[in-house]
Nanobody, 123 residues
Framework: QLQLVESGGGLVQPGGSLRLSCAAS????????IGWFRQAPGKERERVSC????????SYADSVKGRFTISRDNAKNTVYLQMDSLKPEDTAVYYC????????????????WGQGTQVIVSS
């Protein structure tokens, strides 16, 4: 059974930075395409970023491109989301999810999700 645990959320001022972590345990090699999603109150869930298991290629939503960076540390089975130049509209609960597909463009993220970590961007 794969388990995902997010951490690193919190309250930050506009323009600030946070680094979220997604620590995986269990069948990590079978589900190592990792996506970060977010959901704000009253809004649909949005895929923010993804890193593919096959080649570590990455993708970003237009709303975060140039501000967020996804990366992984295989030795720690952890994927990070570095969030810079944060805006109030980035406020949401952030979730990581794992998929068995080798590329982000194919990933469906059907089964494995973390519990989420709250990010609040406010002055």
């Amino acid at each position: 059974q794969l388990q995902l645990v997010e951490s690193g959320g919190g309250l930050v001022q506009p323009g600030g930075s946070l680094r979220l972590s997604c620590a995986a345990s269990g069948f990590t090699k079978d589900y190592s395409t990792i996506g970060w999603f977010r959901q704000a109150p009253g809004k649909e869930r949005e895929r923010v970023s993804c890193i593919s298991s096959s080649d570590d290629s990455t993708s970003y939503a237009d709303s975060v491109k140039g501000r967020f960076t996804i990366s992984r540390d295989n030795a720690k089975n952890t994927v990070y989301l570095q969030m810079d130049s944060l805006k109030p509209e980035d406020t949401a609960v952030y979730y990581c999810a794992a998929a068995g597909e080798p590329l982000c463009v194919l990933a469906r993220f059907l089964g494995y999700w973390g519990q989420g970590t709250q990010v609040i961007v406010s002055s």
